[in-house]
């Protein structure tokens, strides 16, 4: 949620920020701004909108060789240019991710002391205060020092003083912070994608450092140097481009065959099972939270372990009640999810044993857990999480599988065999995303509302397909539990009202039957993603998808709905990779 960047080097600066920038679109877009040096002179050029707004009004080519950068998600303030970052108070100029959560005491002393702000941001008042100290010392190692004293939230800073016009400072507290290195060119950015067309070398900024980066970078902690350890990012560069495809989205979901193989490979490896434990929470966002449904009736029908799973927002304020034997598992994309973060750091004030699954690595949540899981989907770009759900939903149902193996409840064979069928439900998860889903869309696009419903297995996979179209498509969707949506919901269908049905789960595939028929008596208009073929006055439209096996099945009907999600979208006109309004980082609470 925002993104910052900065540079210092010896090439030209702005087409660096701006690049970098756009890498960091997906953590907010309703404004944006950079600031330079030239000739000793500060320049702040800010924008309401997207980049690419102040794209048009930077002269590329400008020669000057270091600035800052933000690309924002509005928390105080509306998203317009005299609260876009950066802003510049006295000396100080600064860009940030994060919320002072004590800006108001902060603002209110500093207005004592005859500062003026003009924005209604958290932000401007750090620059203040950054300013107000450094005045008295006129030493930005001290005034530094100091300020990470006074400060309450979250934040990661890039920080420029008119009196140091060669040198970026930064500083991080929970919000992620890296500094890039090439030759003698640094970087700072709040994710890898953001360099990764310059260097794939980083330091990754830690709480209480500070880095101060010009003609060299030198790290401090408490006022003392200190050496760290370079950084290598793995990955392949391609993957923050958009390699030909009109979306991010679509390029990522080209890639889940791929993932899964991955992700199979990654986790045969992986010791970690849940066999020690007597009863788990899943704790997550989004469609990560999604992902734990998923792995509830898995782990729950298999593992014989019993589920509770919570939205990371609630779980962090609910009263405990903490049991032996028990697994706190965090899921999260990006690793940054500020409720998920937290609901980690509660339950380990309570010692509860705690498992990340994170695709970012080396992200917040992926160090706080005891034991990580990487998700094996790469960087993912586009705001609505296709890859990662999917790596999400693999890694989950191979944990279950691994567990019940162990556990005795299935035989070598029969493990060996679902295992090997993961390799299986790569390649039709190809097949299924290369068929054509324009008649489903055709369908939907024009519609005001509609439902996704599902039974079991089938209702979790349901919630996200709702999720994913209402986040690209803007189109008002609910997901119901089939056998609920009779107990008031279904005064809300129409004739023609679009209604998406999941029936992968062969345990209560009659019972939804039953209740499609009770949708289209009222007039719905019944698209059934089924495994198995339907009787013809129980659908409208049927899609049919592989049968495998419960454990890979669920990535069957997933494909399906990302596809559906994306041209409803796109017949409708949306910015499918930067939807209004979303955020793919969310690190404000
Ligand atoms: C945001 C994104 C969602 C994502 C959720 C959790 O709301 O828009 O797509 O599922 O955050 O993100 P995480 O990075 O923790 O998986």
């Not at 990661?156 to 060669?166: M, N, S, T, Y």
């Not at 390699?243 to 889940?256: A, D, L, V």
């Not at 056998?483 to 008031?488: A, F, I, R, T």
Request: proline fraction near 3%; hydrophobic fraction near 35%.
């Amino acid at each position: 949620m925002c993104g910052i960047v900065g540079y210092v080097g010896k090439k030209k600066a702005i087409p660096i920020l701006l690049n970098s920038l756009k890498a960091l679109e997906y953590r907010g877009y309703d404004s944006a701004g950079i600031a330079y040096i030239k000739d000793h002179d500060i320049h702040i050029i800010k924008k309401q909108g997207k980049i690419k707004n102040l794209e048009q009004s930077l002269s590329i080519n400008e020669d000057n060789h270091i600035g800052i950068g933000h690309t924002r998600w509005a928390t105080h303030g509306i998203p317009n240019e005299v609260n876009a970052h950066p802003h510049k108070v006295g000396m100080i100029t600064l860009v940030h991710n994060g919320i002072i959560e004590n800006y108001e005491s902060l603002r209110q002393d500093l207005t004592q002391d005859s500062y003026t702000f003009k924005s209604e941001t958290d932000t401007e008042v750090v620059a203040a205060l950054i300013d107000q100290m450094y005045q008295k010392n006129h030493d930005m190692l001290q005034t530094l020092n100091e300020v990470t004293k006074k400060l309450e939230g979250t934040y990661a800073f890039g920080i420029l003083c008119d009196e140091h016009p060669d040198t970026i400072y930064a500083i991080r507290k929970d919000s992620p912070l890296i500094i890039g290195v090439q030759d003698e060119d640094y970087f700072i950015a709040s994710d890898v994608p953001a360099i990764l067309n310059y260097t794939k070398e980083y330091y990754l900024l830690e709480q209480g450092e500070i880095a101060i980066l010009n003609d060299t970078c030198t790290f401090y902690v408490e006022g003392k140097e200190i050496k760290k350890k370079l950084k290598n990012f793995e990955g392949d560069s391609s993957s923050v481009s958009k390699s030909g495809y009109e979306h991010f989205m679509m390029k990522e979901m080209m890639e889940e065959p791929d993932v899964l193989r991955k992700t199979v490979h990654h986790m045969k490896e992986e010791t970690f099972t849940f066999k020690d434990y007597q009863s788990i929470d899943i704790v997550a966002c989004g469609s990560a939270y999604h992902t734990g449904l998923v792995g509830k009736y898995l782990i729950e029908q298999y593992a014989d372990i019993p589920v509770n799973v919570e939205v990371a927002s609630e779980y962090r304020y609910k009263k405990f009640f903490p049991k032996k034997n028990h697994l706190v598992i965090v899921i999260s994309q990006s690793g940054e999810t500020a409720d998920t973060l937290a609901a980690l750091k509660r339950a380990k004030e309570y010692s509860l044993d705690t498992l990340g699954i994170v695709n970012v690595k080396e992200s917040s949540i992926a160090r706080e857990a005891d034991q990580v899981i990487y998700t094996m989907a790469g960087p993912e770009i586009a705001v609505a999480t296709t890859k990662a759900y999917l790596a999400q939903v693999t890694t989950l149902s191979l944990l279950a599988l691994k567990t019940a193996y162990e556990k005795d409840l299935m035989t070598k064979e029969e493990y060996e065999e679902i295992l090997h069928s993961f390799d299986v439900g790569a390649v039709k998860v190809g097949k299924l995303l290369n068929k054509d889903y324009s008649e489903q869309a055709k369908q939907i696009y024009e519609k005001t509302d509609l439902f996704y419903l599902g039974r079991g297995l089938d209702y979790a996979l349901a919630m996200e397909g709702s999720l994913k179209l209402k986040e690209i498509s803007y189109l008002h969707s609910e997901a119901y539990a089939s056998g609920e949506l009779k107990h008031g919901t279904i005064s809300l269908v129409e004739d023609g009202t679009p209604v998406i049905t999941v029936m992968i789960d062969d345990h209560i595939r009659s019972k939804s039957i039953s209740n499609n028929k009770e949708v289209r008596a009222r007039g719905g208009y019944v698209i059934a993603i089924s495994n198995t073929d339907l009787p013809s006055d129980s659908y409208d439209d049927l899609i049919l998808v592989p049968h495998i096996n419960d454990f890979v099945n669920p990535m069957m009907a997933l494909i399906p709905m990302q596809m559906i999600s994306y041209y409803v979208a796109k017949a409708r006109g949306c910015d499918i990779d930067k939807p209004k309004n979303l955020a793919k980082s969310v690190t404000v609470e």
